[in-house]
């Protein structure tokens, strides 16, 4: 087990103290809890405003949660920033919009390479690693000198990936990492991350709106609404026999 998840939840204080007798705090995600095997996927789906965003940032410690989130034996939300910082390099975030998330004025090779900086690495080592991260992610070492503006989206959300796998993680958290893309460049990517998952035998949490996306690469399911788990199943079972209306629904939009 890679990551376990107990009774994890976010809550974000309200401002208004005018109806004291309520309340004074919004419930951004009620408690929920989930185990992750080594070399999994676990699909997290709902629409806008669900809590699939919020759940990835709480997982990677990027915002406050009440819970246990225990990663290869440590409960993250014991540990102060600076017992943290080792074990980041472990657990990787990969965004939406990658060009937002790429420097616009460093090239391919100081974004692949950044995290390194955690790391005393000679120079030609460096390089090195730079280039087995691109190979990785099927790009070749020329695109080292290009910058984010002169990449697609396909081969930037690439980008976004050799910088996360240079520093060897177990678990990336990808959000919505295939919603900016065309459906064929989406395929590519999908099945780039089925290999990648298969060769490094790295875990993902994936985020998405988009089932059909879901169902190629996760072999778990966990439907969230309004920050409450609707249901959490196998893949196959959920799409085959889904427990409630509100993932029917999903499921039936996302077939159009």
Same mark, same amino acid.
Not at 12 to 28: C, E, G, K, M
């Given at each position: 087990?890679?990551? /376990?998840?107990?009774?994890?939840?976010?809550?974000?204080?309200?401002?208004?103290? +005018?109806?004291?007798?309520?309340?004074?705090?919004?419930? #951004?995600? #009620?408690?929920?809890?989930?185990?992750?095997?080594?070399?999994?996927?676990?699909?997290?789906?709902?629409?806008?405003?669900?809590?699939?965003?919020?759940? =990835?940032?709480?997982?990677?410690?990027?915002?406050?949660?009440?819970?246990?989130?225990?990663?290869? /034996? &440590?409960?993250?939300?014991?540990?102060?920033?600076?017992?943290?910082?080792?074990?980041?390099?472990? !657990?990787? %975030?990969?965004?939406?919009?990658?060009?937002?998330?790429?420097?616009?004025?460093?090239?391919?090779?100081? !974004?692949?390479?950044? /995290?390194? =900086?955690?790391?005393?690495?000679?120079?030609? &080592?460096?390089? =090195?690693?730079?280039?087995? #991260?691109?190979?990785?992610? &099927?790009?070749?070492? #020329?695109?080292?000198?290009?910058?984010?503006?002169?990449?697609?989206?396909?081969?930037?959300?690439?980008?976004?990936? =050799?910088?996360? +796998?240079?520093?060897?993680?177990?678990?990336?958290?990808?959000?919505?990492?295939?919603?900016?893309?065309?459906?064929?460049?989406?395929?590519? !990517?999908?099945?780039?991350?089925?290999?990648?998952?298969?060769?490094?035998? !790295?875990?993902?949490?994936?985020?998405?709106?988009?089932?059909?996306?879901?169902?190629?690469?996760?072999?778990?399911? %966990?439907?969230?609404?309004?920050?409450?788990?609707?249901?959490?199943?196998?893949? &196959?079972?959920?799409?085959?026999?889904?427990?409630?209306?509100?993932?029917?629904?999903?499921?039936?939009?996302?077939?159009?």
């Amino acid at each position: 087990e890679v990551l /376990g998840v107990h009774h994890l939840s976010v809550k974000y204080p309200l401002q208004n103290r +005018l109806f004291w007798r309520t309340q004074n705090y919004f419930s #951004a995600l #009620a408690p929920l809890s989930f185990q992750l095997q080594q070399g999994n996927t676990l699909g997290i789906v709902g629409e806008s405003g669900s809590g699939k965003s919020t759940l =990835a940032l709480a997982i990677t410690r990027l915002i406050e949660s009440d819970g246990e989130i225990v990663f290869l /034996g &440590e409960n993250l939300n014991q540990l102060k920033e600076s017992q943290l910082r080792p074990i980041r390099q472990s !657990i990787q %975030m990969v965004f939406q919009d990658p060009f937002s998330s790429l420097n616009p004025r460093m090239n391919v090779a100081q !974004i692949v390479g950044e /995290g390194l =900086a955690l790391k005393r690495v000679a120079a030609h &080592e460096r390089e =090195a690693l730079i280039d087995a #991260a691109l190979e990785k992610v &099927e790009l070749t070492p #020329a695109f080292k000198h290009r910058y984010p503006h002169q990449l697609s989206g396909g081969q930037r959300q690439r980008i976004a990936l =050799a910088r996360a +796998l240079i520093l060897q993680p177990k678990l990336i958290v990808l959000d919505e990492p295939t919603s900016a893309l065309d459906r064929t460049t989406q395929r590519a !990517i999908v099945k780039l991350l089925r290999q990648l998952q298969a060769d490094e035998h !790295i875990s993902y949490v994936f985020i998405s709106h988009d089932l059909q996306v879901v169902r190629a690469l996760c072999q778990q399911v %966990m439907v969230l609404k309004h920050g409450t788990v609707m249901e959490f199943q196998d893949t &196959e079972t959920l799409f085959v026999s889904p427990q409630t209306d509100y993932t029917r629904q999903l499921i039936q939009a996302s077939q159009y």
